[in-house]
């Protein structure tokens, strides 16, 4: 599963989520995932240079928007794997931190290729995954064996 850190709930006026904007607004983000309701994206669409580069801005698509939060954090505190594809086929995800320990980023990365091989359409043919690389943020890819991603060699 992947880490997530303790999600903050908030529940209460209007004036407490202004200044939980206010804080995020000055760049002091505690929280690894954000969900809203509908109602309040005015208000955290407001918050979008902020949360946008950083991949927490919340999306209907992703399911960080719904009026259903009590499922939406259990999803994100069981560890829900969310990436996206590319128009030429690149997944890309985030699967951890450099706090992490080496243990943990590996039980991640098989997690995901684990989401991304049962996300494969029933119609589709042949390996439907052809080249793993990992990387930093900014830093170079190092290719990873496929096989060391689901311990057989024919799993892709």
Same mark, same amino acid.
């Given at each position: 599963m992947l880490e997530v850190t303790d999600l903050h709930v908030y529940y209460g006026e209007i004036h407490a989520l202004k200044g939980i904007s206010f804080q995020v607004s000055k760049g002091e983000i505690d929280f690894d995932r954000c969900i809203a309701t509908p109602d309040l994206m005015p208000l955290v669409g407001r918050l979008g240079k902020v949360l946008g580069p950083r991949g927490i801005m919340p999306n209907p698509k992703v399911? *960080?928007? *719904?009026?259903?939060? *009590?499922?939406?954090? %259990?999803?994100?505190?069981?560890?829900?794997? @969310?990436?996206?594809? @590319?128009?030429?086929? $690149?997944?890309? &995800?985030?699967?951890?931190?450099?706090?992490?320990? @080496?243990? %943990?980023?590996? @039980?991640? $990365?098989?997690?995901?290729?684990?989401?991304?091989?049962? &996300? %494969?359409?029933?119609?589709?043919?042949?390996?439907? $995954?052809n080249r793993v690389a990992i990387s930093s943020t900014m830093g170079p890819g190092v290719k990873i064996e496929i096989p060391s991603l689901f311990g057989t060699g024919t799993a892709h």
């Open positions: 399911g *960080t928007v *719904t009026m259903d939060v *009590t499922n939406a954090v %259990k999803g994100a505190k069981g560890g829900s794997v @969310e990436f996206r594809v @590319e128009k030429a086929g $690149i997944i890309q &995800a985030g699967v951890g931190k450099a706090s992490f320990s @080496e243990d %943990k980023l590996v @039980e991640n $990365i098989k997690a995901f290729a684990d989401a991304v091989q049962k &996300a %494969k359409p029933s119609g589709a043919k042949g390996h439907y $995954i």
